[in-house]
């Protein structure tokens, strides 16, 4: 898909994947709409880029994506691109009542924003067919190992959420897509843990590498995409060698 001259949103645009998101899709020549809760952030990334528009919204708020959607309509009239970035860890571990709280703080925001976007959407992004409707999901929706079991559970569902309704959208000439980022360095995630050695600062990725990866899969249409690729035989491994990655889990 040609995307210059077109308009995409992205949720989660104050910094990190959604912020070099936003950059990479209007270097493409798109209108982007960026949306998150603080404005200063948005209001310098549209003082910086042209093509780029602050709408601050809180993806949690069903009447603030409602309201988003309606102006996107009212405005731009159409919406090629929608990339569903917003996303946040919650608790380190699960052990009793009390994490509960975490693991619904997840699902709302993680998956809920996604649910949320792509349904206040969805008639605007099939009038405006071919589009994309793209989930910032992570390879903590296919493997849960080091890494939040709240953060875990929401990515989990977030694929699924995205595997189930992309044959329906598909007929209507919206192409869904997730694209599952491994260990990024961002505000939200800073891999303190990861950095500390000289393989750990290997293994981590940029904003900019993944922000790619949304570009192309925009173009194309990807229905999955693991940023950095390496990380893809792990994935695939979990569900053709299931034993084997409890085994090699058992240490984690
Ligand atoms: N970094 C990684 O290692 C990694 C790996 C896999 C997947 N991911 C996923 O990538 C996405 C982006 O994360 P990131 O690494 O770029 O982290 P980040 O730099 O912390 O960015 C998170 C973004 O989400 C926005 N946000 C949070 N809560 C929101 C809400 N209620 N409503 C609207 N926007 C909200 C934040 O903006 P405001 O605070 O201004 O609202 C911010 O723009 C997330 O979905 C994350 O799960 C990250």
Redesign the pocket.
């Known amino acids: 898909m040609e995307l210059t001259g077109k308009v995409a949103v992205v ?9 070099a998101t936003v950059a990479a899709l209007a270097g493409q020549g798109m209108r982007v709409i960026a ?4 404005r200063e ?1 948005l209001e310098a990334l549209a003082g910086a880029l042209p093509g780029v528009t602050a709408h601050p ?4 708020d069903e009447a603030a994506v409602a309201a988003l959607a309606d102006r996107v309509r009212a405005r731009e009239r159409a919406c090629h691109v929608l990339v569903a ?5 919650f608790g380190r571990r699960f052990r009793g009542p009390d994490d509960s709280a975490a693991v619904a703080r997840a699902m709302d ?2 998956l809920g ?1 996604t649910v949320r976007c792509f349904g206040a959407f969805a008639d605007l992004l099939a009038a405006s067919a071919p589009a994309r409707a793209i989930a ?5 929706g296919k493997l849960a190992v080091g890494t939040s079991p709240a ?1 875990a559970a929401s ?1 989990f569902a977030t694929v699924g959420f995205v595997e189930g309704i992309a044959p329906d959208w598909r007929r209507r000439g919206v192409a869904v897509c997730q694209v ?10 800073p ?1 303190q843990r990861v950095r500390a050695s000289a393989l750990g600062r290997r293994l981590v990725a940029g ?1 900019d590498d ?1 922000a790619r990866a949304v570009v192309e899969v925009a173009r194309r249409g990807t229905p999955e995409r693991t940023v950095p690729r390496w990380y893809r035989p792990l994935v695939v491994g979990r569900h053709v060698a299931a034993p084997l990655y409890r085994l090699a889990t058992r240490w984690a």
């Open positions: 949720t989660g645009a104050s910094s990190g994947i959604g912020e949306v998150a809760r603080r952030r919204a809180d993806v949690t970035a917003a996303g946040a860890t925001l993680n924003g910032v999901a992570s390879v903590a953060y990515k599952n980022p491994g260990l990024v360095v961002t505000e939200g995630f891999q904003p993944v």
